[in-house]
């Protein structure tokens, strides 16, 4: 999530509500939400069985409930409305007995004798346009042909896994994708796309580039793009949360029909599964896209969010507003949505944005729970906020507390800024463009963050401690979604070096990622030397910035072939992939290396079960040749001058040798 412009809500100055002695309820402090009644039941939201439904929200701040029956998504006029009845806990109920499959509805509270806005409810599993009505559905209907016999991906362990994150537009809208259905969940779900070259596109080059899971930015239902005109260029990450569990509507054929979103998406989901491939949601309970005007507020004002010392709303995601994930039913709304994801949708992995925000206890709870759908679901989000939360740090999720997360990993900036330079300085040099004292930055994200005896951590960029309990707990990545892709930012740091040169900074630094213990995170196009023509954050630039353009993976040929490759070695040597702490301080050890910008270190003892006995490895950040010294022995070159060859490029024998500029040198004893 980008820290700055992504403002979709202007921060509001609220005036604190009228403190009243007969209605506790309507005061804004946390003591008086904390006397509102916890509803226990797993049933809130609309639950269809043919000839009847059952409409039931939480709401302990109305007076008084009801629903809106619609025909069609765009009708203002109600076919009838309900009252609902007050079944106690906070609780209000009304069952309906006549078959309302596909027709929309609304909810409204009174509240203080004033009837609110209609809005859906949270739980909201189907909508209409722009999710402004919610959609009676049937959700066993919406199963794409073979979906009773999907099944996840197995995950021996979490450090096998291999991200790519991707746009659900930016992967399929370019002219040349050879796609149809542009932009789309089904653009997605296409097999035998190819350029007008021959080159794979879409999901058949994701497949062929070798990742193990797609990470997919936002395809909840998001308020920033108008789904009632499509026809009409928009583009936006979708970092604004409208309906979290219901599909994102402009990526189906059809945003009114909410069936035909759920089952476009499932589809995508399945087509990915019969590939091998995981999915793993980007999801945003730390703030809502609206404010005043969400479904939780609509519903039970102020209850879902912190209020700031001033009574107004706090904005630690620097959108509005931030979610109060431990009141208990934002707890639980968290706990459910994510279990009707993994259950219903088969996900298999969830990116907490903003995740500093939550507080640990309800982070651990998810992870409990999604473990019991499969062991294998994979949890991971950003260690940090926008901006200061008045829940203390010591309880919140922050990288610096990830020690006292169960199997939830968290993004380390400390490898990515040691490597490419800082984000936010766009003219910071990192360690692969000559900038000095970055080593043991870049040394603590080969560890994994994790606790090892040769790591100076005084002289680490951020992090003074290890944070990282075990190396499955790490994320490395040098370029995600944010800020400048990792060609534009070399760019822009490095204006005089030449292309050659740029490239051989970009290739050194993921070789760092995919050679680094953890779990490796890459952004989708980097392996074609991915540019958004020097836009940092491209949230709503058009397609012109945003689309992945196929065009270069023949001119980048070499570049993808180089990715394609290191892939496949870190998944073909499970060395680089080591599942605990321990292995690696027993089998990982730093060369005693004295010169700037170069590291070396050897793995030992066919490690995590590995053919290769010992492997030796050197980054060389500096512009040019840097000599090394290596234990006696005959070796074979795996990586050498930008090549890759696990069958070997060469022998060399013990002693002096050289490591190229701005490269990497591995070698495996023979």
Known sequence: ????????????????????????????????????????????????TGNKTTFKIWSPAAQKVRVHIYEKDADRKPL???????????????????????????????????????????????????????????LSSTNPPGWESDRRPAVRQATDIIIYELHIRDISVHAGSGITHKGKFLGLAETGTSTANGESTGLDHIRELGVTHVHLLPSFDFKSVDESRL???????????????????SYATDSSDGHVRIKEFKQLIKTLHDYGIGVIMDVVYNHTGDTENSSFNLLVPNYYYRQNGKGGFSD??????????????????????????????????????????????????????????????????????????????????????????????????????????????????????????????????????????????KAVNYSKAPWAREPSQTINYVSCHDNHTLYDKLKIANPKVSEEDLIK???????????????????????????????????????????????????????YEYYRKLIKLRKNHP??????????????????????????????????????????????????PMPVDIPKGSYTKIIAKQQIDENGLGDLQGGKTVVEAISTLVLIRN
């Open 231 to 249: 026809a009409t260029s928009q583009f936006n990450w979708g970092y604004d949360p409208q309906n979290y569990n219901t599909p994102e509507g």
């Open 316 to 457: 630690a995601s620097a959108c509005g507003n931030e979610t109060a994930s431990e009141r208990p039913m934002m707890r639980k709304f968290m706990l459910e949505s994510v279990r009707f994801w993994a259950e219903e949708y088969h996900i298999d992995g969830f990116r907490f944005d903003l995740m500093g925000i939550h507080d640990i206890e309800t982070m651990n709870l998810i992870s409990d729970e999604l473990k019991k759908t499969d062991p294998g679901i994979f949890i991971y989000g950003e260690g940090w906020t926008a901006s200061e939360s008045p829940l203390p740090d010591s309880l919140r999720a922050l990288k610096h507390n990830t020690y006292g997360l169960n199997d939830i990993a968290a993004f380390c900036d400390d490898l990515r800024d040691g490597v490419k330079g800082h984000w936010a300085e766009h003219e910071a040099k990192g360690f692969v463009s000559g900038e000095k004292a970055l080593e043991e930055s870049v040394k603590f994200g080969i560890v994994a963050a994790t606790r090892h005896p040769q790591i100076d951590y």
């Open 575 to 624: 060395a680089f992939r080591m599942p605990t702490s321990r292995m690696i301080r027993n089998h990982l050890k730093f060369f005693p290396v004295k010169a700037n910008n170069l590291i070396g270190f050897q793995i030992t003892g066919n490690a995590n079960g590995d053919t290769w006995q010992d492997i030796l490895v050197f980054f060389n950040g500096n512009n040019q």
């Open 80 to 138: 009838f409305t309900r009252a609902l009845g007050n079944i106690g806990r906070g609780a209000w109920a009304l069952t309906i007995n006549r078959d309302l499959l596909r027709k929309y509805y609304t909810f409204q509270i009174l509240r203080d004798n004033k009837w609110l806005d209609e809005t859906p409810d949270p739980y909201a599993v189907a909508t209409g346009t722009n999710g402004k009505k919610g959609m009676i559905a049937d």
């Open 505 to 559: 900074m970009h290739l050194l630094s993921n070789t760092i990622v995919l050679i680094a213990q953890g779990v490796p995170f890459l952004h989708a196009g980097v392996e074609l030397l991915r540019t958004k023509q020097g836009v940092e954050n491209s949230f709503e630039s058009p397609d012109s910035i945003n689309a992945i353009n196929w065009g270069w993976k023949s001119a980048n040929r070499q570049v």
């Open 1 to 48: 999530m980008y820290l700055k412009t992504k403002l979709y809500v202007p921060v509001i100055a609220l005036i604190i509500m009228r403190l009243t002695t007969s209605c506790k309820e309507h005061q804004t402090s946390d003591t008086s939400y904390d006397e509102y009644p916890v509803y226990e039941g797993k049933d809130l939201g609309v639950t269809y």
